[in-house]
Structures are given as structure tokens and as C-alpha cells.
């Protein structure tokens, strides 16, 4: 049986997105997955960096320029 992985990107827009490059030819099954779960992890990341920035700084909102 096949666990199955949440994730908070849908993997079908994903793979159309992916498809809609003309040099990608056939995308397995476990890469929309794999590359939801990388968005993720760069999102928390830059959000947590953000959110860092946005503390030393003494700012009580988040703008584009913390990032």
C-alpha cells in the first residue's frame, strides 16, 4: 500500500506547469511530489529568514525589503 504524502502544492498543477516547458518529456509519478515538498521547505525557509530580519529591524510588519 502507498503512503500518502500531504502536501500543500497540488502535484497536478505542478506537473502541467512542468509539462508546459517543451523540453520536459515524461515526469514520473514521484516528482510533482518531491517538488511540492522542495516549495515547501524553501518557503519556510525564506519566511523564517524574513522573519528574522523583520525582528532585528525592529519592524512590527513584514515588507519586501526584509526579504
Same mark, same amino acid.
Given at each position: 500500500?502507498?503512503?500518502?504524502?500531504?502536501?500543500?502544492?497540488?502535484?497536478?498543477?505542478?506537473?502541467?506547469?512542468?509539462?508546459?516547458?517543451?523540453?520536459?518529456?515524461?515526469?514520473?509519478?514521484?516528482?510533482?511530489? +518531491?517538488? $511540492?515538498? #522542495?516549495?515547501? =521547505?524553501?518557503?519556510?525557509? @525564506?519566511?523564517?529568514?524574513?522573519?528574522?530580519?523583520? +525582528?532585528? $529591524?525592529? #519592524?512590527?510588519? =513584514?515588507?519586501?525589503?526584509? @526579504?
Amino acid at each position: 500500500m502507498r503512503k500518502k504524502l500531504g502536501t500543500r502544492f497540488p502535484a497536478a498543477r505542478i506537473k502541467k506547469i512542468m509539462q508546459a516547458d517543451e523540453d520536459v518529456g515524461k515526469i514520473a509519478l514521484a516528482v510533482p511530489v +518531491l517538488v $511540492s515538498r #522542495a516549495l515547501e =521547505l524553501f518557503l519556510q525557509d @525564506l519566511i523564517d529568514r524574513s522573519y528574522k530580519i523583520t +525582528l532585528q $529591524s525592529g #519592524a512590527k510588519t =513584514l515588507n519586501s525589503f526584509h @526579504l
